[in-house]
């Protein structure tokens, strides 16, 4: 899987609007961006899965610029609940193994 | 409503002893996964299956066994436990597909302490 570079740690405030960006410069043809959700002692959740361009979905957005080799996870209006980590992996995800790194750690502050 | 269980949730065991942890999805997914997150750090892939009878090693598969006897259960053996085993383990399954995309659904996971 491609190997993907993400900030260790975001912190934001109630109500803000957070982008975590997520490098991927080797990405292959054939794979996908797709970013999990994981709160201490649960398991990763799945939050948004692209390909190419904007993808949006109920809780986030996701744009991919035309070369792919980046994409940004959007967040609006984030709450206190949106505190968690934030990962991006890149890769066929749907069948084969996943690669996580160490993820993005979010703090929203009241 | 289907769904990915893990047990036990919790477990503690001594060095040396054999340990079986069990995942069951009710999805009838074809693909499973054990992953292993370690505190502070991200998950790292122990053994994975795409289907019944098949298993494949991950990238800390030294010292885990598993196997496929149906398409609902994927337990996770720890042949010999180690005090370096000690780590919270997830199970995930997700459906096969002849291209990318589909996503991973993931148990509550097992925190396994070996003393």
């Known amino acids: 899987l491609a190997k993907t570079t993400q900030p260790i740690s975001m912190d934001s405030y109630e109500g803000q609007e957070v982008n975590i960006t997520c490098s991927h410069n080797?990405?292959?043809?054939?794979?996908?961006i797709t970013w999990y959700q994981q709160f201490p002692s649960q398991g990763p959740r799945f939050i948004i899965q692209?390909?190419?361009t904007k993808v949006t979905n109920e809780v986030a957005s996701l744009f991919i610029p035309a070369d792919r080799k980046s994409s940004t996870l959007s967040l609006p209006r984030v709450s206190l609940s949106d505190t968690a980590v934030y990962y991006c992996?890149?890769?066929?995800?749907?069948?084969?193994?996943?690669?996580f790194g160490s993820g993005t750690r979010l703090q929203v502050q009241p | 409503d289907a769904e990915i269980t893990q047990s036990p949730r919790h477990k503690i065991t001594e060095t040396g002893r054999q340990v079986t942890l069990a995942c069951h999805q009710t999805?009838?997914?074809?693909?499973m996964f054990w992953y292993r997150q370690d505190l502070g750090h991200g998950l790292r892939l122990i053994h994975y299956?795409?289907?019944?009878?098949?298993?494949n090693k991950g990238e800390v598969s030294d010292g885990y066994s598993v196997s496929r006897s149906n398409t609902e259960d994927l337990p996770l053996t720890l042949e010999s436990a180690a005090s370096s085993q000690t780590s919270v383990y997830f199970c995930?399954?997700?459906?096969?597909?002849?291209?990318?995309?589909?996503?991973?659904?993931f148990g509550p996971g097992t925190r396994l302490t070996v003393l």
């Open positions: 692209g390909y190419k």
């Open positions: 992996l890149v890769g066929e995800t749907g069948r084969r193994a996943l690669t």
């Open positions: 999805w009838n997914h074809n693909n």
């Open positions: 299956s795409y289907g019944v009878q098949d298993t």
């Open positions: 080797n990405i292959a043809t054939n794979d996908y």
């Open positions: 995930a399954s997700s459906e096969s597909t002849s291209g990318g995309g589909n996503e991973q659904f």
